[in-house]
């Protein structure tokens, strides 16, 4: 047997490695429109899945969608124009990548240090640390 069959046959009985999308899936938004204003009903839910604070999800939101808004009582988030449900849901996904996916492995275990003055993610998963611009 010689090297090649050896891989092939080490290749073979390796399991595949389920993508991270099976545990890391962020939910759709809920929006509605009230008046002048877009209400992202499950506002509260998105932030607990990212793993990240509401009032940074929130000011993301407000740049990214180039609004005002604040969050309620309840949780949701309340955002002064119409937006869709597809525009919203693009700026939480860029938030995702910006702030939640580890851009060395590609896994969401992160969470938020400081560093000098500078906010780097860190990778609980890999253990990469990268600068991000929040």
């Known amino acids: ?4 069959d050896m891989l092939d ?6 399991p595949d490695i389920e993508g991270s999308s099976d545990r890391f899936e962020v939910p759709d938004p809920e929006v ?4 002048n204003v877009s209400v992202y009903e499950n506002f509260q839910n998105t932030c607990d899945v990212l793993g990240r604070e509401d009032d940074h999800v929130m000011q993301f939101l407000q740049n990214e969608l180039g609004t005002s808004g604040h969050i309620d009582e309840s949780g949701r988030a309340r955002l002064t ?3 869709s449900v597809r525009r919203v849901s693009n ?4 938030y995702a990548d910006e702030f939640v996916i580890c851009s060395e492995c590609g896994l969401p275990d992160t969470h938020f240090e400081r560093e000098g003055g500078v906010l780097l993610l860190r990778c609980e998963a890999c253990g ?3 600068a991000t611009s929040g």
């Open 1 to 4: 047997m010689d090297y090649d």
């Open 9 to 14: 046959r080490a290749l073979d009985e390796t």
């Open 32 to 35: 509605r429109q009230e008046g």
């Open 81 to 83: 124009g119409e937006f």
């Open 91 to 94: 700026a939480v996904d860029e």
């Open 128 to 130: 990469a640390r990268s």
